[in-house]
């Protein structure tokens, strides 16, 4: 549950001053410590220098002023890591305002530190608890913030980690053992202390210590294995809808080169082709995981999709209407819990819900604001062409079998002909996955969408759902779904049942009569059995033991074989923060959500599940 609180210096009470004077001591000695402690200390710039990512973590993110730093001298040196992560937690999070307010007093001398303030607040998260991955610098800085108690929220961490900034008698014995639990092999630390403090923990945590002029280094003495990209960064792509385009593109920004594949003579023509689609998070009463997982993909996706020239989408907010009287009252009390921030979701009585879609709705719900409606092709266009000539594609060829020979995969044709060769090859295939991964018991559900021209839909002003969906007019035309529908000759019958499903959500609005032709469209969605999605490398079946259910992260894998989908009806919240995890996996670099979350995705879940070995090898 959210255990972050908003903060602390009182910029909008009246007749007080923030003690700008103070904060501007605390920016100076963090800056310079900055430079001559926590940079010094671990040996940078020279330690990030040729590396194709470093990763650095501090426990109290502030102002930013470390981070700022860092960035600064990170994009200052011609020889710098390719890309750079820094992991920073923070249990008080500044409101967007107030870090506003404090760049504007606090950096008006400092016009590069401002300018990268600037960029950094353009992107400021929510505060909302839990991982938030920000993109800089055009995707080269990559800021992991862990909103929450640093204590809690690190140990759900999954990453290898180069550099760890310490403040001064920060030695509690519970982080110190996040950062032995972190640390890649050359990683090191630094702090602000003589030594008198410092040494013995750092020592006891697994770091050869020595505090020399004022500070405290120390350098990892633990070797373990860590994980490391194929030398050939060069991957297979199976299909090209949300889930192909999405991680294309991650990987193409890392320096990949993409081979995708895919059976359609153009992009979004499976599921992702519909008109328009609903962008929304979950929620729950006990904030489940599909809950978790939705908030930290739609939080995440809207930042990234904000930044992909040519995406048609309307931002519009989602208004999710209560089912009956007990979701209207479970609702209204978990708003009242203010656990969330208004500008993620407020509880709505029917007047203002009704208010804010513009037509009188049939009952209470919750507001998204930040909630969208997306056409999804255009989202797969605007993924593909920011992943440019390192993704190269191939459309109307289809893939009838995986083989893996001298380590590498090759995607073949029915009559045997090489589609691809890669070390790395990642099913994106929807349900047709199922064909190389059995296991992952994926299925398919056939699903019809109403298109309504402009003139005709109700005109409404946010996006209504209650079981189903209904979308204001994207490009002159709005979606009603979706009904199940398995064939061409359902489609009439699906199309009166979409026409039923308005009166649920607007009791007074109605559709012109008599034409009840198809105008829609009927594709499939890729379901999993619990409803999650799936990311990640798939498991070895043969090799899968019992002893291996309750370790999933121990459990051998189909090296270089990995999966993006089971997407079901939520593929635009999904891919986004998915693909990002998956490219995030393949590369070695820090992952962007917690280990739960991780977890719950992987695609190895199901054989802990539902016995083991049963799984299909490729040739
Ligand atoms: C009616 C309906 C309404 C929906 N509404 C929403 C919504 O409002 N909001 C939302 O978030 N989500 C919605 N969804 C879900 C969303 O559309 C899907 O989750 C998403 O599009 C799945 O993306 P994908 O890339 O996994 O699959 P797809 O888009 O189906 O892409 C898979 C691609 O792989 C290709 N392929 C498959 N097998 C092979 C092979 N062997 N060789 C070569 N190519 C192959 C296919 O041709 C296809 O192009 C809806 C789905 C449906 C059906």
Redesign the pocket.
């Known amino acids: 549950m959210p255990d972050i609180a908003v903060p602390t210096v009182p910029f909008d009470c009246p007749g007080t001053t923030p003690p700008w004077a103070a904060m501007a001591m605390a920016r100076d000695q963090a800056i310079r410590q900055t430079r001559d402690i926590w940079l010094s200390g671990n040996d940078l710039p020279a330690r990030w220098q040729g590396k194709a990512h470093f990763s650095i973590c501090e426990t109290g993110f502030g102002a930013g002023w470390r981070f700022l730093t860092t960035w600064a001298a990170w994009r200052n040196d011609p020889d710098s890591s390719k890309r750079l992560h820094f992991i920073s937690c923070e249990a008080q999070p500044y409101s967007s305002t107030d870090l506003a307010a404090i760049h504007a007093q606090l950096l008006r001398q400092d016009t590069e530190l401002a300018a990268l303030a600037a960029e950094l607040l353009a992107q400021w998260p929510l505060p909302v608890s839990g991982f938030h991955r920000l993109e800089l610098d055009r995707g080269r800085v990559i800021l992991t913030l862990l909103l929450g108690e640093p204590r809690v929220w690190l140990q759900k961490l999954l990453g290898r980690l180069n550099a760890f900034f310490l403040d001064s008698g920060a030695f509690e014995q519970g982080l110190l053992k996040q950062f032995t639990r972190l640390a890649a092999n050359d990683a090191t630390l630094a702090s602000p202390d003589d030594g008198t403090i410092g040494l013995e923990s750092i020592s006891a945590a697994g770091f050869i210590g020595e505090a020399r002029q004022g500070r405290l280094i120390g350098r990892f003495r633990g070797r373990r294995e860590q994980a490391t990209a194929p030398s050939e960064r060069h991957a297979i792509v199976?299909?090209?809808?949300?889930?192909?385009?999405?991680v294309a593109e991650r990987l193409a920004r890392r320096g990949w080169r993409i081979t995708l594949?895919?059976?359609?003579a153009s992009?979004?023509?499976?599921?992702?082709?519909?008109h328009?689609?609903?962008?929304?998070p979950v929620i729950s009463s006990d904030d489940n995981l599909q809950a978790r997982l939705a908030r930290a993909c739609f939080l995440y996706g809207q930042r990234r999709m904000a930044s992909l020239p040519g995406l048609l989408w309307r931002r519009c907010g989602t208004l999710q209407l209560a089912r009956d009287e007990a979701e209207a009252a479970r609702f209204e009390l978990g708003a009242r819990q203010a656990i969330f921030p208004p500008a993620y979701l407020e509880f709505v009585d029917r007047d203002r819900a009704s208010r804010l879609a513009g037509q009188t709705v049939a009952t209470s719900g919750i507001f998204f604001p930040q909630g969208a409606v997306?056409h999804?092709p255009s989202l797969?266009d605007a993924q593909l062409s920011a992943g440019g000539s390192a993704v190269y594609s191939h459309f109307g060829?289809?893939?009838?079998r995986l083989a893996h020979t001298d380590g590498a995969w090759q995607?073949l044709a029915s009559d045997g002909s090489v589609l691809g060769q890669a070390p790395v090859l990642i099913l994106?295939?929807?349900?047709?996955?199922a064909?190389f991964a059995p296991e992952l018991g994926l299925s398919s559900?056939?699903?019809?969408?109403s298109y309504l021209p402009q003139h005709t839909a109700p005109a409404i002003a946010t996006v209504i759902c209650r079981g189903a969906?209904l979308?204001p007019a994207l490009a002159g035309l709005a979606?009603l779904?979706?009904s199940a529908c398995s064939s061409e000759a359902e489609e009439t019958t699906a199309q009166t049942a979409n026409r039923g499903l308005l009166g649920q959500m607007l009791p007074d609005s109605t559709l012109p009569t008599g034409d009840c032709a198809p105008a829609g469209?009927?594709?499939?969605?890729?379901n999993t059995i619990d409803r999650m999605p799936l990311a990640g490398p798939l498991a070895d079946t043969r090799q899968f033991q019992p002893k291996h259910a309750g370790s999933l992260h121990l459990a051998p894998r189909r090296n270089g074989l990995y999966i993006?989908?089971?997407?079901?009806?939520?593929?635009?919240?999904?891919?986004g923060l998915m693909a990002e995890l998956l490219a995030s996996q393949i590369e070695g670099e820090p992952l962007p959500v917690e280990r739960e979350l991780v977890l719950a995705v992987d695609p190895a879940r199901f054989l802990s599940r539902h016995g083991l070995g049963q799984g299909h090898e490729p040739e």
């Open positions: 199976l299909g090209a809808g949300l889930a192909g385009s999405a594949l895919e059976r359609h992009p979004a023509q499976g599921a992702s082709g519909n328009a689609g609903v962008y929304r997306i999804p797969v060829v289809e893939v009838d995607a994106a295939n929807a349900a047709d996955a064909r559900e056939s699903r019809y969408v969906y979308t979606c779904g979706s469209r009927r594709c499939s969605r890729p993006l989908g089971g997407f079901g009806a939520r593929g635009l919240v999904w891919s």
